[in-house]
């Protein structure tokens, strides 16, 4: 009967699998191993080198793409031709044709006014009246200052002549003639220094009626009864006057147009709220000098205003007939651009680099302006430019855009 011990030996012998041992090679020969393990180190190499390669050209496109991103892209349109017009129409300030503040020339408080803002006076009419107890008080002090001067002069007179007729019978001395007739002299100049004090209170209290320097209108009455009055201009002004007709209207023709300017010239004012109407106007003076920040001539055009229909601070247009061929251009009021040298636009050159170049304005037409001067029809204008646009700055046009123009 078997033990346990070679029952376990019989179940492990039949249940253990069969391995197969590994067939004997031989062993590689030195040259072939070589060759194989420098194949391997120059696979690694390639592989390492394609890598790299692979790196810098993705860094070369990256840092071309980031170039190509860094410079700004932007819209242009082209200026378009503007019709041919005989006619200029410029905008214009309305002023009166004199306008002045009037101070008080004396102190005191106001006793009454007269004439109220629209009030229409003439020269010389009474505005207002002034209580001067101050100045009246120094005026009776001057006169009676000028009396007792007065009586001192009468009393040196009359010693000088009798200090003459004793001198000539030897009964004084010359030196006491001199001294009387010295004290006549200096009396007859305190007399005169007097009469001077008395005429200028005289004239100080004569301040205290206020009136209307020229004929128009009051537009600002600034006091009320009791207010107190200082004299000069340091102050508020009392009234404003201002002379409506006729009116002064200030216009800024550009510089193409000022050969075309000349002073008789007749033009029209038309205003918004009577536009029916229109108001004969002459050119009165211009500057006859250019504006170099808006390259403008300052223009004033006098129109007559017997009626008052026109009032001053309006704003109104003036027509001029130059009959001055001018090439006009119009371009999107968003392509503007405002600097401290004046209205400008950026323009893209052919290098795209951009150019900002000064223009002269002539018409606002809302959304679109008038350019008398500074582009061309074949001008590229970038739209809606950033401030930031500097001349020469480098700028990609959007694709597509290169022959865009605004409608």
């Given at each position: ?68 991103d860094a410079v700004a892209t ?117 007399l005169a220094a007097a009469d ?171 959304t679109t302006l008038e350019v ?36």
């Amino acid at each position: 009967m078997a033990t346990d011990s070679e029952t376990n030996q019989l179940l492990e012998h039949r249940h253990a699998p069969e391995v197969t041992p590994p067939p004997e090679l031989p062993p590689a020969p030195p040259r072939k191993a070589l060759f194989i393990v420098g194949l391997v180190v120059v696979v690694l190499v390639l592989s390492g080198a394609a890598s790299m390669i692979s790196r810098i050209r993705a860094g070369h496109a990256l840092a071309k793409e980031t170039e190509v991103d860094a410079v700004a892209t932007v819209v242009t349109v082209h200026p378009l031709a503007e019709k041919p017009d005989e006619e200029l129409i410029l905008p214009g300030s309305m002023q009166a044709y004199e306008e002045s503040p009037i101070y008080a020339r004396t102190n005191g408080y106001l006793l009454k006014w007269y004439k109220d803002i629209g009030s229409r006076v003439n020269k010389g009419e009474l505005l207002a009246d002034i209580d001067t107890p101050e100045v009246d008080q120094e005026l009776s002090q001057a006169r009676a200052a000028r009396q007792q001067t007065a009586a001192q002069l009468d009393l040196a007179r009359i010693s000088a002549e009798r200090y003459k007729a004793l001198r000539k019978t030897d009964s004084v001395s010359q030196q006491e003639t001199d001294t009387q007739t010295s004290g006549y002299a200096q009396a007859e100049a305190n007399l005169a220094a007097a009469d001077a004090n008395v005429r200028r209170l005289e004239e100080m209290e004569s301040f205290k009626h206020v009136y209307a320097p020229f004929s128009g209108v009051l537009t600002k009455r600034n006091v009320d009864p009791g207010a107190l009055i200082n004299a000069g201009g340091a102050g508020t002004p009392m009234f404003t006057m201002a002379r409506v007709d006729p009116l002064r209207v200030f216009v800024n023709v550009p510089q193409a147009y000022f050969p075309a300017i000349k002073t008789g010239m007749p033009a029209y004012v038309t205003l918004q709220e009577i536009a029916a109407q229109k108001f004969k106007a002459t050119v009165a003076r211009t500057a006859d000098a250019i504006d170099p920040a808006t390259r403008t001539l300052l223009t004033e055009v006098d129109v007559p205003n017997k009626n008052e229909q026109l009032l001053p601070g309006s704003f109104g247009e003036v027509h001029f007939s130059p009959k001055i061929d001018v090439a006009k251009v119009t371009v999107p009021v968003n392509a503007m651009l405002f600097r401290q040298e004046g209205p400008r636009v950026a323009v893209v050159g052919q290098d795209n680099k951009v150019q900002l170049r000064s223009i002269t304005i002539g018409r606002d037409y809302g959304t679109t302006l008038e350019v008398v001067q500074g582009v061309t029809l074949e001008d590229r204008i970038i739209i809606n430019p950033s401030d930031s646009l500097e001349d020469g700055q480098k700028v990609n046009v959007a694709a597509g855009n290169e022959a865009g123009s605004h409608s």
